[in-house]
């Protein structure tokens, strides 16, 4: 898909306070950034950042963090922001790297209309190949916990088999998340209202480390 260019971009990144641009200088210390200790929620791929900062918004006790590695997309994110938010921050990097800039410090993964690459010698790209899961194990703090929502039927049986082979359990499994949750207000993103206007399935779930957590 074709990412439109936003003016004025590299100023609008250079004068936000939301953006940390030397991030694998915190690996490890992320909590001194917010200045307390509370949760770690990330966002791999934020998009435009409507989930995450209306999460930030709610949840003024857990510490989010959008990753995005294009520019201009996290310019339009920025530009969103129209309060004080101190509970969050916005990283611009590729998610290769993730392993570089946590360490043992992230309590919940977001996976959000990740990019399905749909042909199999790009597989590995998937944010729910082994690649990935393996770096994931880095960086959480004590239980895994992986939320992914996706309306591509074949990434989220791909991401069945490779969570669930990776030793996850796996729980709220949806095949039609808005459909089932009628009465429940669900923080969601720009793709996923787009997808649900257009009636089509939003499939879901959430994978954990521990097979006790509701």
């Known amino acids: 898909m074709r990412i439109r260019n936003v003016k004025n971009k590299e100023e609008i990144l250079n004068q936000s306070k939301y953006l940390i641009k030397n991030p694998?200088?915190?690996?490890?210390?992320?909590?001194t950034i917010f200045n307390n200790h509370n949760p770690i929620y990330i966002e791999i791929g934020m998009g435009k950042g409507k989930f995450i900062i209306e999460n930030a918004k709610m949840y003024p006790n857990i510490n989010f963090i959008g990753i995005e590695r294009q520019d201009s997309i996290l310019a339009k994110c920025i530009k969103k922001i129209d309060e004080k938010i101190p509970n969050l921050i916005i990283i611009r990097m590729n998610a290769l790297i993730i392993d570089e800039v946590f360490s043992k410090e992230i309590d919940r993964i977001y996976l959000n209309f990740s990019d399905p690459w749909p042909k199999k010698r790009h597989h590995f790209r998937r944010l729910t190949s082994n690649i990935f899961l393996d770096k994931y194990d880095?960086?959480?703090k004590e239980t895994k916990e992986i939320y992914l929502r996706t309306d591509n039927q074949d990434l989220y049986t791909y991401s069945i088999e490779t969570l669930s082979n990776h030793n996850y359990y796996l729980k709220n499994i949806s095949?039609?998340?808005?459909?089932?949750?009628?009465?429940?207000k669900l923080i969601t993103t720009e793709y996923e209202d787009k997808f649900v206007k257009e009636n089509k399935p939003i499939y879901s779930l959430v994978a954990t480390?521990?097979?006790?957590l509701k």
């Open 138 to 140: 880095k960086i959480f």
């Open 175 to 184: 095949l039609n998340l808005h459909k089932e949750l009628l009465e429940e």
């Open 209 to 212: 480390s521990n097979q006790c």
């Open 24 to 31: 694998k200088d915190y690996i490890g210390k992320w909590h």
